[in-house]
């Protein structure tokens, strides 16, 4: 089992910038990759970033030279730098954690932090 807490959502003005974090706890010498989703009012949640142990990301084309994805394996956490917000990057963000046990794979998720950006 791997367990998410994310931090760091929050207001801010369209143009802005604003941190995010997520920390895993459990079995997180399991974990293979981790990202961020995002899920507005009434849509479908959708892939923002995700990167793999060895630094490998990947990020949607909504997104891409707007937000940077890393990650600390020390400390089994992720982070989502977003900047230059736009108004349509509102929404709830999940962090997600996909491990595996065996032959056998997993995907967790976080409760997620909401970000709200105005215009």
């Known amino acids: 089992q791997v367990q998410l807490v994310e931090s760091g959502g929050g207001l801010v003005q369209a143009g802005g910038s604003l941190g995010l974090s997520c920390a895993a706890s459990g079995r997180t010498f399991a974990i293979l990759r981790m990202g961020w989703y995002r899920q507005a009012p009434g849509r479908q949640r959708e892939l923002v970033a995700h990167i793999s142990r060895g630094g490998t990301t990947t990020y949607a084309d909504s997104v891409k030279g707007r937000f940077t994805i890393s990650g600390d394996n020390a400390k089994n956490t992720v982070y989502l730098q977003m900047n230059s917000l736009k108004p349509e990057d509102t929404a709830v963000y999940y962090c997600?954690?996909?491990?595996?046990?065996?032959?056998?794979?997993?995907?967790?998720w976080g409760q997620g932090t909401q970000v709200t950006v105005s215009s």
């Open positions: 997600s954690a996909n491990w595996v046990n065996g032959i056998s794979a997993y995907d967790n």
